[in-house]
């Protein structure tokens, strides 16, 4: 889970922690003043498309991701109708894109902000989703208007160096990793905490 811990929150005082992507990038937003404006209607409209992508987008695009990758080990069984329902759903939020972005150059507000930022590296990745973006000549614009900015390049190639070929792990550090990454369950309160 994303999170931040703001030694300097605006205003003084003692530090203060924020988790969750959507609610990180409001709080930076709102204390440096940028990407989104404060009129009541244009900041509700770019509220409503981050929670969009927090509830939808997010995590119907992961499940596809999830249920792809697990269809690909046959332990886990015939995976065809979660795979065949995530595809759909991710779709359809391509389509509710489309729709947003009609006669409008950006999701929200008429000017690029946080919920651009949210929403368009998960859309940056139709070709891995198979995709047809002559289907979304909206989202297709969007897209490319979007990943021809330098600051957004600059984000996307964040990281990079950090990725691995998983296929040339050890099998106990792919087991590892698996533990981690599936079938997680909730974790006690400790008894520190009492």
């Known amino acids: 889970m994303p999170a931040l811990v703001d030694t300097e929150p605006k205003g003084g005082g003692k530090p203060l922690p924020v988790f969750e992507s959507g609610a990180i990038m409001m709080y930076l937003a709102e204390k440096f003043g940028r990407f989104w404006p404060q009129d009541m209607a244009k900041k509700y409209d770019v509220v409503q498309w981050v929670m969009w992508q927090m509830s939808n987008q997010g995590p119907k695009f992961g499940e596809q991701g999830h249920f792809f990758r697990a269809a690909q080990d046959p332990k886990n069984g015939d995976l065809a109708y979660a795979n065949t329902r995530f595809a759909n759903e991710v779709h359809r939020l391509y389509g509710v894109m489309e729709l947003g972005l009609h006669k409008k150059p950006y999701l929200a507000a008429g000017e690029y902000t946080i919920a651009d930022m949210i929403c368009y590296p998960w859309a940056a990745g139709w070709k891995l989703r198979k995709i047809d973006l ?11 208007e979007l990943e021809a900015r330098p600051a957004v390049q600059k984000g996307m190639a964040a990281g990079a160096d950090l990725s691995e070929d998983m296929s040339k792990l050890p099998d106990d550090e792919k087991a590892r990793r698996a533990k981690l990454l599936y079938n997680q369950r909730a974790t006690p309160v400790p008894k520190s905490w009492a």
């Open 134 to 144: 002559g289907e979304f000549p909206n989202v297709k614009r969007w897209i490319e």
